[in-house]
C-alpha cells in the first residue's frame, strides 16, 4: 500500500489542516499499515485497529502534546506512536532495543503516562488535570479507556474523586465490549443499556432550550424542567451512574464515523466540567469478522499476534508450556474434587483457563479486570470450605498485595495463587516482567512460595497446595516451556518446606529455583569436565528453605551459588545468605538473579543470557583455570 499521507507526517500538527477527505485517507492508511507491519513482526494487533479513527479526531483537535491525552494500559496506542514521530521506528516495536508496545514516557513527550497495567487512566488524568491549580498552566485533559479496563475498580476510584473536584476533564469510554476475553459483569450489561438509549442527550438539550421561551421566569422554569430531566434519567438510562458520580454524559457515538468524532470533540474539548463521551468501536477492525455471531472470536484471535501473520493460538508440541500444563492439571484437579473453583481477572486465554472455562463453567469465575476483588472473593468462598484456585499473572497479582495479606495470610484461608509470567514475561516488557513476585510475597507472614522445575513437579505442588489448608499457597512459573510433563503421571504430595538433591557432589553447591534447576544441572556437568564436582539442589519451596539442607551445606560446602528468575533484591539468594551468615557460615556465596534495575523489553532467553541467569552465568563463576574450584570474584548481580 502507497502512504501518501503516512509517511510524511512527524507530528500531529501535520494533520490540523488536512481536510476530512485527507483525513479519511489517513485513518485508511494508518490501519494498513498496521496490519501490515504488525502482521510481520507480531505484536497487539486487534486493540489499536478499532481505534484509529478516534486517534485521528483526537490528535486532529486537541493540540498535543500542549493538550494531555492518557491512555489506558497502551494497547491501543500504536496509532498514536506512529502520528506522534514513531512512524520510522514502528516496525521495531516489541522488538529487542526497539519501541515499547507501551505507552513510555521516556519514548515521546506524546507519551503522557506509561502503564501496562489496566484501569489507570482515569487517576492519572485526574492528577494531571488538577496540577493546573498549582502550575497555572491552560490545558486540556483527554482520558481513553476501555469498556475492559472500567470494570476495574480504581476506574470507579478516579470518577468518584475527579467528579466530587469537578475537575474539567474529559473521559472517552472506548466500548467494544472486550479487554481481552469478552467482558463480563454487570457494568457490561449497564454499558449495553446505554447503547439502546441514545436519545436522552437530544431530549435533554431541547429541555434547557425550552427553558428559556416558557412565559415565566428562567430560574423557575429550569428548577421545574430539572425535575423532568431527572425523571427521564431513570426512564432513558437506567442509574444515570456516570451523571450521578459527577460526569456529564455524552453518547453513544459511532467510534468509527471520523466526522463525529471530530464534531463532538470540537464541540466539548472546551467544557469546564467533567465529561464523559461513550464512543462505540470495533476491536480488530480492518481485519477481524465484524458478523456478530464472529466477531468475539476473531477479536480474541487477533487481540496478539506472531511474526509473519499467525495467530496466537497454541500449536502443539511435544512438551507443552507451562500455561497449558496448569489448564490440563485444573481439569485434571476438578474431575478429582468437587470443592475447587478457578477464579481470573479477565485472563481467560491467558492463564490457559479456555477448557476448564467451557467443562467446568459452574465453577469457573472470570471477575473483570479486578485482581485485588479476585483475591478477596478468594478468600471469601475459602472460610465456606471451597478451595479456590487463583489464576493471575505475576505482574497483575501485585495489584493484590493488600488483599493476599489482610483476607487471605492473617486469616490463614488455603487460597491456591497460580502465577504464570513469574520472571521474563518477553516482549511485553517491565511491566509485565513477573520479577517481584518471590520479594513480594516471600515477606508476607505465613505464605507459602514454591516454583515448580518441570510439569510434572507443577502437579506436585498444586496437588500440595490443595492439601494445604493452614494459609495461602502460592506457586510460580515462567512463559516457557514444562521442560517435562506426562499427562498420566500421578500426584505427589511433597512435605512443606522440602528441597530435593538432583546431583550430588562436593565442595559447591547450586541451589536453583524453578526451571532453573536444569541449568543448574547442566552446569554442573560440563564443569565436571574442568575439574569441579557441584552438587545441585532443586529449591522448590522459596519459603519456607530446606533448614535441614540448608545446615548440612554449613558443615558440608565452602561455596554456595543461588540462582533464580527473579529480582536479586529481597530474593531467594538473600534469604540463602542471610540464613547462612547468621548461623556461621564462613564460605563464598555467590547469587544469580536478576538486576536491581527494571529490564527492557526483548525476548525471554535474550534477557535471561543478558543478565547471565542461564548455565554460563553459573559457569561463569568459576575459575577454569584454577583445578581447586575457586569461584570468581565479581557481582553478577
Given at each position: 500500500?502507497?502512504?501518501?499521507?503516512?509517511?510524511?507526517?512527524?507530528?500531529?500538527?501535520?494533520?490540523?489542516?488536512?481536510?476530512?477527505?485527507?483525513?479519511?485517507?489517513?485513518?485508511?492508511?494508518?490501519?494498513?499499515?498496521?496490519?501490515?507491519?504488525?502482521?510481520?513482526?507480531?505484536?497487539?494487533?486487534?486493540?489499536?485497529?478499532?481505534?484509529?479513527?478516534?486517534?485521528?479526531?483526537?490528535?486532529?483537535?486537541?493540540?498535543?502534546?500542549?493538550?494531555?491525552?492518557?491512555?489506558?494500559?497502551?494497547?491501543?496506542?500504536?496509532?498514536?506512536?506512529?502520528?506522534?514521530?514513531?512512524?520510522?521506528?514502528?516496525?521495531?516495536?516489541?522488538?529487542?532495543?526497539?519501541?515499547?508496545?507501551?505507552?513510555?514516557?521516556?519514548?515521546?513527550?506524546?507519551?503522557?503516562?506509561?502503564?501496562?497495567?489496566?484501569?489507570?487512566?482515569?487517576?492519572?488524568?485526574?492528577?494531571?488535570?488538577?496540577?493546573?491549580?498549582?502550575?497555572?498552566?491552560?490545558?486540556?485533559?483527554?482520558?481513553?479507556?476501555?469498556?475492559?479496563?472500567?470494570?476495574?475498580?480504581?476506574?470507579?476510584?478516579?470518577?468518584?474523586?475527579?467528579?466530587?473536584?469537578?475537575?474539567?476533564?474529559?473521559?472517552?469510554?472506548?466500548?467494544?465490549?472486550?479487554?481481552?476475553?469478552?467482558?463480563?459483569?454487570?457494568?457490561?450489561?449497564?454499558?449495553?443499556?446505554?447503547?439502546?438509549?441514545?436519545?436522552?442527550?437530544?431530549?435533554?438539550?431541547?429541555?434547557?432550550?425550552?427553558?428559556?421561551?416558557?412565559?415565566?421566569?428562567?430560574?423557575?422554569?429550569?428548577?421545574?424542567?430539572?425535575?423532568?430531566?431527572?425523571?427521564?434519567?431513570?426512564?432513558?438510562?437506567?442509574?444515570?451512574?456516570?451523571?450521578?458520580?459527577?460526569?456529564?454524559?455524552?453518547?453513544?457515538?459511532?467510534?468509527?464515523?471520523?466526522?463525529?468524532?471530530?464534531?463532538?470533540?470540537?464541540?466539548?474539548?472546551?467544557?469546564?466540567?467533567?465529561?464523559?463521551?461513550?464512543?462505540?468501536?470495533?476491536?480488530?477492525?480492518?481485519?477481524?469478522?465484524?458478523?456478530?455471531?464472529?466477531?468475539?472470536?476473531?477479536?480474541?484471535?487477533?487481540?496478539?499476534?506472531?511474526?509473519?501473520?499467525?495467530?496466537?493460538?497454541?500449536?502443539?508440541?511435544?512438551?507443552?508450556?507451562?500455561?497449558?500444563?496448569?489448564?490440563?492439571?485444573?481439569?485434571?484437579?476438578?474431575?478429582?474434587?468437587n470443592d475447587t473453583v478457578c477464579i481470573t481477572a479477565a485472563m481467560r486465554e491467558g492463564t490457559g483457563l479456555v477448557n476448564y472455562a467451557k467443562e467446568f463453567p459452574e465453577r469457573y469465575y472470570d471477575v473483570g479486570i479486578a485482581e485485588g476483588h479476585a483475591v478477596t472473593f478468594a478468600a471469601g468462598l475459602a472460610?465456606?470450605?471451597?478451595?479456590?484456585?487463583?489464576?493471575?499473572?505475576?505482574?497483575?497479582?501485585?495489584?493484590?498485595?493488600?488483599?493476599?495479606?489482610?483476607?487471605?495470610?492473617?486469616?490463614?484461608?488455603?487460597?491456591?495463587?497460580?502465577?504464570?509470567?513469574?520472571?521474563?514475561?518477553?516482549?511485553?516488557?517491565?511491566?509485565?516482567?513477573?520479577?517481584?513476585?518471590?520479594?513480594?510475597?516471600?515477606?508476607?507472614?505465613?505464605?507459602?512460595?514454591?516454583?515448580?522445575?518441570?510439569?510434572?513437579?507443577?502437579?506436585?505442588?498444586?496437588?500440595?497446595?490443595?492439601?494445604?489448608?493452614?494459609?495461602?499457597?502460592?506457586?510460580?512459573?515462567?512463559?516457557?516451556?514444562?521442560?517435562?510433563?506426562?499427562?498420566?503421571?500421578?500426584?505427589?504430595?511433597?512435605?512443606?518446606?522440602?528441597?530435593?538433591?538432583?546431583?550430588?557432589?562436593?565442595?559447591?553447591?547450586?541451589?536453583?529455583?524453578?526451571?532453573?534447576?536444569?541449568?543448574?544441572?547442566?552446569?554442573?556437568?560440563?564443569?565436571?569436565?574442568?575439574?569441579?564436582?557441584?552438587?545441585?539442589?532443586?529449591?522448590?519451596f522459596i519459603k519456607p528453605m530446606d533448614i535441614d539442607y540448608l545446615n548440612n551445606v554449613i558443615e558440608r560446602f565452602n561455596k554456595v551459588i543461588t540462582i533464580e528468575e527473579g529480582v536479586s533484591t529481597g530474593g531467594f539468594g538473600e534469604s540463602v545468605a542471610a540464613f547462612l551468615s547468621r548461623n556461621g557460615f564462613?564460605?563464598?556465596?555467590?547469587?544469580?538473579?536478576?538486576?536491581?534495575?527494571?529490564?527492557?523489553?526483548?525476548?525471554?532467553?535474550?534477557?535471561?543470557?543478558?543478565?547471565?541467569?542461564?548455565?554460563?552465568?553459573?559457569?561463569?563463576?568459576?575459575?577454569?583455570?584454577?583445578?581447586?574450584?575457586?569461584?570468581?570474584?565479581?557481582?553478577?548481580?
Open positions: 500500500m502507497r502512504l501518501k499521507l503516512l509517511s510524511k507526517i512527524k507530528s500531529p500538527a501535520d494533520i490540523r489542516n488536512f481536510s476530512r477527505e485527507q483525513l479519511q485517507q489517513l485513518v485508511d492508511e494508518l490501519r494498513q499499515y498496521t496490519i501490515e507491519t504488525i502482521s510481520q513482526i507480531g505484536g497487539h494487533l486487534a486493540p489499536t485497529l478499532g481505534v484509529v479513527e478516534l486517534t485521528v479526531a483526537l490528535h486532529k483537535v486537541f493540540k498535543t502534546p500542549s493538550d494531555k491525552i492518557v491512555w489506558d494500559v497502551g494497547h491501543q496506542g500504536y496509532a498514536h506512536k506512529i502520528l506522534t514521530g514513531r512512524f520510522d521506528e514502528f516496525s521495531t516495536i516489541r522488538q529487542f532495543g526497539g519501541l515499547s508496545g507501551f505507552l513510555k514516557r521516556s519514548e515521546s513527550d506524546y507519551d503522557v503516562f506509561g502503564a501496562g497495567h489496566a484501569s489507570t487512566s482515569i487517576s492519572a488524568a485526574t492528577g494531571i488535570a488538577q496540577s493546573r491549580n498549582h502550575s497555572g498552566k491552560n490545558f486540556r485533559v483527554v482520558s481513553v479507556i476501555g469498556d475492559g479496563s472500567m470494570t476495574g475498580g480504581l476506574a470507579f476510584e478516579a470518577l468518584n474523586n475527579a467528579g466530587a473536584l469537578k475537575t474539567p476533564m474529559i473521559v472517552v469510554l472506548n466500548d467494544n465490549k472486550m479487554s481481552i476475553s469478552p467482558n463480563v459483569g454487570a457494568l457490561n450489561t449497564y454499558l449495553t443499556k446505554i447503547v439502546t438509549n441514545p436519545v436522552y442527550n437530544h431530549i435533554r438539550e431541547e429541555i434547557w432550550n425550552l427553558s428559556g421561551k416558557l412565559p415565566f421566569g428562567k430560574s423557575k422554569a429550569r428548577t421545574m424542567l430539572h425535575r423532568i430531566e431527572e425523571s427521564l434519567k431513570s426512564l432513558l438510562v437506567p442509574g444515570m451512574l456516570f451523571e450521578e458520580l459527577g460526569f456529564r454524559y455524552i453518547g453513544p457515538i459511532d467510534g468509527h464515523n471520523l466526522n463525529d468524532l471530530i464534531d463532538t470533540f470540537e464541540k466539548i474539548k472546551d467544557v469546564r466540567s467533567p465529561m464523559l463521551l461513550h464512543v462505540l468501536t470495533k476491536k480488530g477492525k480492518g481485519m477481524a469478522n465484524l458478523d456478530a455471531d464472529e466477531y468475539q472470536a476473531d477479536a480474541v484471535k487477533y487481540h496478539a499476534v506472531k511474526p509473519n501473520g499467525k495467530v496466537s493460538t497454541k500449536k502443539v508440541d511435544s512438551v507443552p508450556v507451562f500455561q497449558d500444563v496448569f489448564g490440563y492439571l485444573v481439569c485434571e484437579v476438578a474431575k478429582n474434587r472460610t465456606q470450605n471451597i478451595r479456590p484456585i487463583v489464576a493471575i499473572y505475576s505482574t497483575f497479582l501485585q495489584r493484590a498485595f493488600d488483599h493476599i495479606i489482610h483476607d487471605a495470610a492473617i486469616q490463614h484461608l488455603p487460597v491456591v495463587f497460580c502465577m504464570d509470567r513469574a520472571g521474563i514475561a518477553g516482549e511485553d516488557g517491565p511491566t509485565h516482567h513477573g520479577a517481584l513476585d518471590i520479594a513480594y510475597l516471600k515477606c508476607i507472614q505465613d505464605m507459602i512460595v514454591a516454583a515448580p522445575k518441570d510439569g510434572n513437579e507443577f502437579r506436585n505442588l498444586l496437588y500440595t497446595g490443595l492439601d494445604y489448608k493452614d494459609g495461602p499457597f502460592a506457586i510460580r512459573y515462567p512463559k516457557a516451556s514444562s521442560i517435562e510433563f506426562d499427562k498420566l503421571g500421578q500426584a505427589e504430595l511433597l512435605p512443606i518446606g522440602s528441597w530435593e538433591v538432583l546431583r550430588k557432589g562436593e565442595n559447591t553447591v547450586i541451589l536453583a529455583v524453578g526451571p532453573q534447576g536444569y541449568d543448574a544441572l547442566n552446569a554442573a556437568e560440563h564443569l565436571t569436565h574442568q575439574g569441579f564436582n557441584c552438587e545441585v539442589v532443586n529449591c522448590r564462613k564460605g563464598d556465596i555467590k547469587t544469580i538473579a536478576l538486576p536491581d534495575k527494571f529490564v527492557e523489553h526483548g525476548p525471554r532467553q535474550l534477557l535471561l543470557d543478558k543478565y547471565g541467569v542461564n548455565q554460563e552465568g553459573i559457569e561463569s563463576l568459576f575459575s577454569i583455570k584454577d583445578s581447586t574450584a575457586k569461584l570468581v570474584d565479581l557481582e553478577n548481580t
